[in-house]
């Protein structure tokens, strides 16, 4: 009988979640850090979606 007397392999899958944990560790700390500069681009697009929906729909009324 053999014994096993080797380092044992690091695991495929806990090198996995060990770099999805970093990935969204990393994600979290450059949201935070640019939450700011984020809202501000969200806030822009909403308003601009909702402003381009009434001017569609005053076009549509109007029937230009």
Known sequence: MKMNTSTPKVDTQFLSDLLMIAMVLAL??????????????????????????????AETRVGT
């Open 28 to 57: 979290t700390i450059l949201f935070f850090e640019y939450y700011d500069a984020i809202e501000e681009e969200i806030t822009t697009a909403v308003l601009n979606s909702i402003h381009n929906i009434n001017n569609s729909i």
